[in-house]
Every structure is written in C-alpha cells, then in structure tokens.
C-alpha cells in the first residue's frame, strides 16, 4: 500500500530509493562492498593505521613474522609489510580509477560513434577486434615494454587494453536503444544526433556500462600487479602490490607473509570488485526488476 508521503515524492526519488532498496537485499552486492569497503577505507586510513615509512629500511628487524610491533611482519629490508602493503593499496586504487575514467570518456566515446553512426561501425569495431584478439595481459605488456615501466605507462597499457571491450558494450546497448519509439519521436521531432545520444540514448545504456566499469576495475588492478611483478609497472620506490610479491617470492621458505599478504590484499580487492559486479547487473537487469517487482 502507497503511503501518502510516497504519493507525494517525485517519481525519480521513488526509483532511487527502490534501486537503493534492491541494492542492499542483493547480497553478492553487500558482500562486494563490505571487502571493498573495507580495502577503501584502511587505505584512507593508512597514516592513521600505522606511523612507519613504507620505505624505511632497518636492518636488524629484516625478516620479523608478524607480530605487535610488526603485525604484517617485515621484509628483507626490515621495511613494515603493513604501511608497505596499505600504500600499496593506494597506487594499485589510483591506477584503476584512472583506467575506469579513461574507459568511461574513450568506450563510451567511440561506442556511441559505432552504435549511432552505422558507417563508422565496422572501422571502429574492426579496430577493436584486432586490440581484443590479443590476450589482455600480453597486449598490456607489449605495450609497457613498449613505453617503458613508469605508473603511467600501466594506466596507459590497461586503458588500450580494455577501451575496445568497454566500446562494445556501449556499442551493443545503443543499437538495442537507438531503434526504440521514443528515440524516434525525436529523431522525427528534428532532435540533434547530439541531443538524441545525449539525452535519450546514453542515458539508457548507463546500467550495462556501470557493470562493465566495475569489471574493467577488478582487472586493472589485477592486470597492473601483473605488470608490477614484471618490472613493467610502477618503479621499485614506489610500493605495489606486484613489487611487493615480486620482492618476496625469493624468501618463499624462511618469509612466507612477503607473498600471501600482498597476495591476499589483491584476492580481496578484485573478489569484492567482482560480487560489486555481479550484485549491479543482478539489480540494474531489467528482467531482475520485473521478478523483483
């Protein structure tokens, strides 16, 4: 039964609060946000945490198991594998929010250009076929062995890498749009093709596209580990989670934490990106609101 506040609400209030309602009862998404959640805020919090340098070197604490003092342990170096591992969160996070934003302006660009613009689908799409017939990892790493190791060069690596996969997602919801009435009312309403994506089409895609980026995020940070450990990511200085595990497979037998902690850390992070995923395409399906409903 509509209570009369409810009557009196906007109709977009009553949809975000319903989508906020679904969101929370889904509990692959509850889960994901609780891991992710949880890996957000001890990086927020990382000067808080812990007051050690991730780069200080003590010598006559190398190789301390965890304990009070070290509760990660310590490295080789006896450099602290907590403050290491926590701002190694930090970079790893940077480096996949920046893959997602560059995803989110190019895929949604040149998807929208596929989708609306039939004439230029097949160049467009071509293009991408060629980057996506290469296996990501490899493709990211020809190309930061390319550019050479630097953050920057793995935001660029990952970004080609999975702009073409991101485009065809776009790409597939807007040819699945474009051809609905109310797309062309407008279009016979005399509606700008700007307008039209703008305003009717773009909006209509979000859900698919929101998923994806989840996705796109959870291998980015994977992916950049993976280039970490190969030397082709950020620079030994900087503390990452590649380096960090790439640091201690030496020590496997005498130091185990220098692997598993990190190790862990990613584990985390990408299972708590993934049930994020998963719970929104389970919420934003349209088919999922009709059984819901």
Not at 80 to 102: F, H, K, N, P, T
Not at 230 to 248: D, M, Q
Request: charged fraction near 15%; charge should be positive.
């Amino acid at each position: 039964m509509t209570s009369l506040s409810d009557a009196a609400a906007p109709p977009r209030f009553l949809r975000t609060r319903a989508l906020v309602r679904r969101m929370f009862a889904n509990r692959a998404f509850m889960l994901g946000f609780v891991l992710f959640g949880f890996i957000c805020l001890a990086t927020l919090l990382a000067p808080l945490i812990t007051r050690l340098d991730p780069n200080a070197l003590s010598i006559r604490d190398r190789f301390q198991p965890p304990s009070l003092q070290f509760p990660l342990g310590t490295d080789n170096l006896g450099r602290d594998m907590l403050s290491r591992v926590l701002y190694g969160a930090r970079l790893s996070l940077w480096i996949g929010l920046c893959v997602i934003v560059l995803n989110a302006v190019f895929g949604v660009l040149l998807g929208a250009l596929a989708g609306y613009y039939r004439r230029l689908d097949n160049i467009l799409m071509r293009i991408a076929d060629a980057l996506m017939a290469f296996p990501a990892v490899l493709l990211a790493i020809g190309i930061a062995a390319a550019l050479g190791p630097s953050a920057v060069t793995a935001i660029i690596a990952l970004a080609v890498v999975y702009i073409p996969r991101t485009a065809r997602v776009v790409r597939a919801s807007i040819l699945v749009v474009r051809e609905l009435d109310y797309v062309q009312a407008a279009r016979a309403a005399g509606a700008t093709d700007y307008r039209i994506l703008m305003r009717h089409i773009l909006p209509n895609c979000m859900a698919p596209l929101i998923v994806q980026l989840s996705f796109v995020f959870a291998y980015a940070i994977l992916s950049e580990a993976v280039l970490s450990f190969l030397g082709l990511g950020a620079p030994p200085t900087v503390p990452s989670w590649g380096i960090l595990i790439s640091e201690g497979r030496s020590y496997l037998r005498e130091a185990a934490w220098l692997t598993v902690v990190p190790g862990l850390a990613i584990a985390i992070t990408v299972l708590g990106l993934n049930l994020l995923g998963d719970g929104l395409r389970d919420v934003l399906d349209p088919r999922m609101k009709v059984e819901q409903g």
